[in-house]
């Protein structure tokens, strides 16, 4: 995909593939909660997931990169891989078709976002954004008409601890998400709609 040359240090954003996996790896691996979860949570059903331990999450996402299922956007500033977002059909994220709280709205295929992770030196400078930006222009190119997001917010509009990386409300806002219904908890559901915004 074009490179971002938006910031002084030019951003390219790449698919995660079989290929890329080693760079996946190295984001993740020295980064706390990502090296523990390998961004299975979702993917997972909620006893699954229990059920198995870092290297089993991390060799379960492997194998699911390796089957060739889409999985996310991987963000590399000078070659180094800085950033993530998920981003797949929503079927392949069993513990989301499961919930009880982010039901559905409607029978119509979904691509869902439901997580970010940005490296800490170069949060707070509009990384996220852009990396949401580039997974809807991906999931486009791959039939995508309709993306899903889930940000989670307090009454101050600051994503509540424990959801921050499922991105914030104004960043979907900003990449063209409207808000599209409210699971029964609250729990905002936010939609982009390919037929009514301009992917240029």
């Given amino acids: ?15 995660l593939t079989a290929e890329r996996w080693p760079d996946l790896v190295r984001l993740f691996a020295h980064h706390g ?3 523990y979860c390998w961004c299975m949570s ?13 290297a089993g999450r991390r060799q379960a996402l492997e194998n699911i990169v390796c089957a060739g299922t889409p999985t996310g956007i991987l963000g590399y500033a000078g070659g180094e891989p800085v950033g993530w977002c998920s981003i797949a059909p929503r079927e392949t994220y069993t513990r989301l078709e499961r919930s009880t709280t982010l039901l559905r709205l409607d ?30 222009a991906y999931a486009c190119t791959q039939g995508a008409r309709i993306v899903e997001g889930y940000p ?15 991105g914030s409300v104004s ?7 409207q808000d599209a ?7 905002r559901i936010m939609r982009f709609t390919a037929d009514k915004n301009d992917l240029a």
Avoid: I
């Fill in 1 to 15: 995909m074009a490179p971002d040359t938006s910031k002084e240090q030019a951003w390219e954003f790449h698919p």
């Fill in 33 to 35: 909660n990502p090296g």
């Fill in 42 to 54: 979702w993917r997972l059903s909620g006893s699954a997931y229990a059920a198995l331990d870092s």
């Fill in 107 to 136: 029978d119509r295929p979904v691509w869902s976002v439901v997580c970010f992770f940005v490296q800490r030196a170069r949060r707070g400078s509009g990384a996220a954004l852009k990396l949401l930006r580039v997974a809807v």
């Fill in 152 to 166: 989670v917010e307090s009454r101050d509009g600051k994503p509540v601890t424990g959801y921050r990386y499922m």
């Fill in 171 to 177: 960043t979907f806002r900003k990449a063209g998400f």
């Fill in 181 to 187: 219904g409210l699971a029964a908890n609250g729990r």
